[in-house]
């Protein structure tokens, strides 16, 4: 059942690419618009919200955290992503016009559901992107995006991730498409590059070796610390995330722009710092900083392994270890970026010796709060 690989994980870092294709079918039309009809939100109903807000925990929150950038960039509406474990507690800002999303892959997960209970009771409406047909958190919400990345079996979030993004991206882009904003262009450009983005996945997985033997390399590490900007910020966090529950190494993310308000004191000799760089073509304002930022923690003996969009070669002078993504627009750029650092994470644990599918104390789907 594990299909020849030796761990769940790994058939399903393997699938990822079908996975994404199996989300994007249907949703895109002969003409290059989305059509999301089975979100029974009805397009004026869209066009009334003021706000979205989001909520998930773990891999599932990381999604959320990129699809902020997504949504307020196409739709220019305010977009909130909290940890649901968070939300209900502090007393949250929500009414009627109030577009809640909850995230999860089980669709199990009590602190999602205990979240999405309280902003309907707010009386906003909430749509679920879940991988689980049938599960609680579709069933209480008032619409469902299903991500179609099949049973997932390890722990560990990996294709489930991958597909939640896709679906942010189809929210995101099919806001703006019903609310008509001044990037309908790019929204079409984007909603193309989109129905590519399984092939680029694929490319990056065949690219993966070297990715391993470095993992391998760094199996005695006590520390690995993530850094990005921009949509690499949460891919750094993800990054963090999986190292942690897999390899059981402290692991942290930061935001690049960070770094000279704390963490760079963390920076020693030869700690591996993993670095996610924007693309030189898209922001490259941020581009150029985190250049310098590679620069700075290099010069103070971190062992820098820079992850960069093919052709970037100001980062290569930098750069103890390179690994190369394809170019893809801005805000996609996740979907290509998360695939090395799961590998990265499982190789380490491996290893290790650790159980990959099963890491020590976590369990797949959460149902206490
Ligand atoms: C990490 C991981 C967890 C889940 C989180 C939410 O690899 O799997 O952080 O993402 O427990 O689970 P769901 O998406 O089922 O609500």
Redesign the pocket.
């Known amino acids: 059942e594990k299909g020849g690989y030796d761990y769940f994980m790994l058939k399903e870092i393997a699938e990822q690419p079908k996975a994404v294709a199996d989300t994007l079918l249907g949703r895109i039309d002969a003409a290059g618009s989305l059509t999301l009809d089975e979100v029974r939100i009805s397009p004026s109903e869209l066009r009334e919200v003021d706000k979205v807000v989001i909520v ?5 929150f990381h999604a959320g955290l990129i699809a902020k950038y997504a949504i307020e960039h196409w739709t220019r509406i305010p977009c909130e992503v909290e940890l649901a474990s968070e939300f209900r507690y502090r007393d949250p800002i929500l009414d009627g016009r109030s577009l809640v999303i909850a995230i ?3 669709g199990e ?1 009590m602190d ?1 559901l205990m979240a999405l209970r309280h902003a309907r009771e707010q009386g906003s409406k909430v749509l679920a992107i879940c991988n689980t047909n049938g599960s609680t958190i579709p069933r209480e919400s008032d619409a469902v995006l299903y991500t179609h990345a099949g049973p997932e079996v390890a ?3 990996t294709k ?1 991730f991958l597909t939640q993004l896709v679906a942010c991206y189809l929210v995101a882009l099919y806001l703006g498409q019903v609310r008509g904003t001044k990037w309908g262009d790019e929204i079409r450009a984007v909603i193309r590059d989109l129905s590519q983005i399984s092939g680029e996945v694929e490319r990056v997985l065949d690219t993966m070796e070297p990715v391993r033997a470095l993992a391998r390399s760094l199996a005695d590490k006590n520390t690995v610390l993530f850094l990005g900007r921009h949509v690499g910020y949460p891919v750094a966090l993800e990054g963090a ?2 190292l942690k ?1 897999l390899a059981y190494m402290h692991a942290e993310g930061f935001a690049a722009g960070e770094l000279k308000h704390g963490p760079i004191a963390l920076i020693e000799e030869d700690v591996p710092v993993v670095v996610v760089v924007p693309s030189p073509r898209g922001r490259s304002v941020l581009h150029d900083k985190i250049v310098s930022n590679i620069q700075e923690i290099r010069a103070r003996g971190a062992r820098t392994i820079v992850i960069a969009e093919e052709g970037d070669e100001a980062v290569v002078p930098y750069a103890d270890h390179l690994i190369w993504i394809p170019a893809t627009p801005t805000l996609l750029q996740p979907m290509v970026a998360t695939v090395p650092l799961q590998v990265f994470a499982c190789e380490l644990a491996t290893a290790r010796g650790n159980e990959v599918d099963q890491p020590r104390n976590l369990a797949k ?2 149902t206490v709060e």
């Open positions: 998930a925990c773990g891999t599932a999860s892959q089980s997960t999602t722990v560990a979030s489930a995330l999986k529950e789907s959460v």
